[in-house]
């Protein structure tokens, strides 16, 4: 008899453990977390994103590509008062080209009169003897080439204005090139910058949260919470 009884009292007790562990396994959800889309921002034909309110939200990848033309990626992006200054800065770099390589080519030219070039010549290539110790005419532009005169050289003074202006030639390009690039960079960095939300509905708060694992005791805990209103 006694052992009837203690079959019976094993069997409830494996039918509440039973019992628990289902609803512990049933307290267990899997809970899916909404995404929330923003309805106010659609995509408009023209590559570029606005919302209802009206706010111009540039595209970065299309800015870099009209940024490959001058001002283009800057007026793109509405900065219309970017545009002037690349102008100016991507036009002076040409210009200062320009003008270097006028000087370089009027140096050049008295440099080629200490030699002979006639490619007939059985001397071609060798200094003329009747200019050894002289000089000749070079022209010498101001600054912005707005007048020039024409002073007496030697062949020394030729070869360092030719490599002075050949220098300054290959210096304007790469400051030209920089330029160039720059405002490419400029109008990739300002289409990124239009999209970020700087206003200061950005919060972050620490809040308790118990943390309770299936058939494990509760433990307290801290979460951070990050919201964009």
Known sequence: MKNWLWLGVILLFSQHISAQTTNNKDSIQVMEVPVVVNDSTVLLPGDSLKNVNGKFMPVPRTATRMALIPGMGQIYNRDYWKAPIVYIAFGGGLYAYYLNSLKYRDYLSAYKQFYILEEDSPKYGQPRPELVDSSVTVR????????????????????????????????????????????IIEANVAAHLKTFDLSDDLTLRVEPKLHQPAMLTPTPGVRLVFNLK
């Not at 707005?146 to 030729?158: H, I, M, N």
């Not at 300054?168 to 330029?179: H, K, P, S």
Request: hydrophobic content about 35%.
């Open 140 to 183: 010498v532009r101001n600054l912005l080439n707005t007048k020039s005169e024409y002073l007496p050289a030697s062949r020394d003074q030729a070869v360092r204005g030719k490599n002075y202006w050949r220098r300054n030639r290959g210096f304007a390009l790469i400051v030209t090139g920089l330029i160039y690039t720059l405002s």
